[in-house]
């Protein structure tokens, strides 16, 4: 099995938007009411990944298998005033059946040894707090959740997202 990974360009954002919204159909059923992932389209992301990779407003990289694109991970500089130089994860997102599979470790990886050569040391991210999969993925990573919560709504549904931190004083490397 040939693994790959290869950073996005503007080429990509209708593979990227693809991955998201099957992922987003898997991963988020029973969180995300389902009406709204029955009608989520697979080009929902495409202008704003073509926004965001062509102004440079985040890294992009894509893990293929055997040159099948299977997933996607964002990151760049934090988009939130309050961590100035500080790395965000912005999301993760894997083919369904490509759960389980250490693409998603790759992906982190990827992203971390990315931004510490960007010259970040501390990271964080957002996940949806009912998403126990991705919290446990992320906290079996080093990220500690903090309680800091956001919400946001879909479809008159509340949601919750909680803030993942990992600091260069609480990690020494990935797994």
């Given amino acids: 099995m040939d693994v790959t990974l290869k950073k996005a360009t503007l080429n990509d954002a209708n593979v990227i938007s693809n991955i998201y919204a099957l992922s987003w159909k898997s991963a988020y ?3 995300v009411p389902q009406k709204y992932l029955d009608e989520l389209k697979l080009d929902f992301w495409v ?3 073509e926004n965001r990779i062509k102004n440079n407003l985040i890294t992009a990289q894509i893990i293929y298998e055997n040159a099948l694109p299977v997933g996607c ?5 934090a988009r939130d005033d309050k961590f100035t130089d500080w790395g965000e994860i912005i999301s993760i997102y894997l083919l369904p059946d490509y759960f389980r599979k250490g693409y998603g470790q790759k992906l982190l990886q990827t992203a971390i040894i990315d ?5 970040y040391k501390n990271f964080y991210l957002w996940v949806l707090k009912e998403n126990i999969n991705a919290r446990n993925f992320y906290e079996s990573n080093g990220f500690i959740c903090n309680d800091d919560e956001c919400t946001c709504q879909i479809m008159q549904k ?10 260069s004083d609480k990690h020494t490397e990935l797994k």
């Fill in 73 to 77: 991970v964002a990151y760049g500089k």
């Fill in 47 to 49: 202008s704003s990944f």
């Fill in 29 to 31: 059923k029973g969180i």
């Fill in 158 to 167: 509340q949601l919750v997202d909680v803030l993942y931190i990992l600091t």
């Fill in 115 to 119: 931004m510490k050569i960007e010259g």
